[in-house]
């Protein structure tokens, strides 16, 4: 018997994923990677509500899956980010609901919904204590800590809801890559934007423990890992939940550079995302002092008008987040800069569309992902006018995007005949051709001959593209 994950949106909801595989494989099941595999007996979506987009694919898989349950037997769930109001239309749809903390109920939930399973007669349980340094996390058992009958659509109170996640957390992630890797450190966000679904989906600001972080990244490090991504919706606001108990987010950085520095192991750090607010100077300096810690920062901009960004509820000007882009100019000269942004805001004015293009232009990002606004039910600002028409804001997304390759264009041509450290991660679509990236994260592709996945190599560039480059090994 086979099972399908489907994840989309964010690195958090891949790497929730990771740990539903495990669960899936410690009851016997196997993965498969073709949702219409028919051995596939179980389907599952983790959800992304942080755009309308995401979810209207959503209702499009579902229909699918749906249609053969006549054909055999089969059980879907979603979980991840779910808003209230989308949640209500997916209980009619899917088999099961949960949210994303309560995985390790999973096993029960669907021996109690009566579908065939491998292991129907007994749920693989695994001990909840924090994993070692020394001891690698043990891929394919299930876990379940909690006491069944829980609600599982209920809102707990923070200390519940610190249970759950931190329970959730102890499921070992069965990898995807042996070369790249997600490390959740922190669930939820209180900070609050008007345009964000993520307080009402994940919950209030949740820190793991760095011992458990701090582990992990070693057995990943230790065990060939060369590229750690750690994850939480405002990484650099870690461990504000645990004032006086636990490290903030540059003790936490310094930490992981130690690892480096012990091991003397090659890899890169990486987070995201932070939030402009709670940037600091000592977390770049402490980047600038170890190797392992990248030089990439992923700076969220949202808008570049300081009247959207106060209706934006994001409690910085651009006067503020100029102030740190000219602290990573400073302490970090040679770290590549992404962003994120949203056109069409509820009440943005064509002049305040032209200062965030302005700024783009200003900070000349290394890439930009921008976003079409679109409400999400419970946010702040889905009670406003969605007052920009869908075309004005396709233009405005046009217009950004061609801003962004007539910045990065140049930025490209300038690394032809320069030499790049670059970090094989896998094939290439052209054949015979393996693509990886720079430490600021350019996607490259070189030839094949030599190399391996997982390989540092050095890298002569020898052409450019407006957002990748090509070499060849030196």
Known sequence: MKYYILPFGCQMNRSDSERVRTVLN????????DENDPEVTIRGIIACSVRQKAIDRVYGRI??????????????????????????????????????????????????????????????????????????????????????????????????????????????????????????IQNGCDKFCTFCAVPYTRGREV???????????RFLVNNGCKSVMLLGQNVNSYGLDKKGEELSFPELMRAVGEIGRETEIEFRTYFTSPHPRDITRNLLEVMSEYEVLANWIHLPLQSGDDKVLLKMNRNHSMDRYRSVVNDI????????????????????????????????????????????????????????????SREEKERRFRKLSTILLEITTPLNRRRVGTVERVLV?????????????TEGRIPVRLAAEGVGIGDFVEVEIISARPLSIEGRVC
């Open 425 to 437: 991660t896998g094939e290439d679509r052209k054949v015979g051709f393996l693509s990886g990236y």
């Open 207 to 217: 820190s793991r423990p760095s011992a458990e972080i701090l582990a992990e990244v």
């Open 26 to 33: 410690g009851m016997g099941y196997v993965e498969s990677d």
């Open 63 to 184: 229909r699918n899956w749906n249609a053969v349950k006549s054909e055999r037997s089969t059980l879907t769930f979603i979980s991840g980010c779910v808003l209230p109001a989308d949640r209500e239309k997916f209980l009619k749809m899917f088999d099961l609901v949960f949210p994303i903390d309560q995985l390790p109920e999973l096993p029960d939930m669907i021996l109690h919904y009566g579908v065939p399973t491998p292991g129907a007669f007994e749920v693989p349980r695994v001990e909840t204590g924090m994993v070692s340094s020394d001891q690698p996390p043990e891929v394919g058992q299930a876990i379940i800590p909690f006491e069944i009958g829980a609600p599982a659509l209920g809102k707990p109170g923070r200390e519940e809801a610190r249970k759950r996640i931190e329970s959730f957390w102890k499921v070992k992630p069965s990898y995807t890559s042996p070369v790249e890797a997600y490390v959740p």
């Open 329 to 388: 100019r400073r302490i970090l000269p040679e770290a590549a800069l992404f962003t994120d942004i949203i056109v069409g805001f509820s009440g943005e004015s064509e002049e305040q569309f032209k200062h965030t293009a302005d700024v783009m232009r200003e900070f000349k990002y290394d890439m930009a992902y921008i976003a079409r606004y679109s409400p999400r039910p419970g946010a702040a600002s889905a009670r406003w006018d969605d007052d920009v």
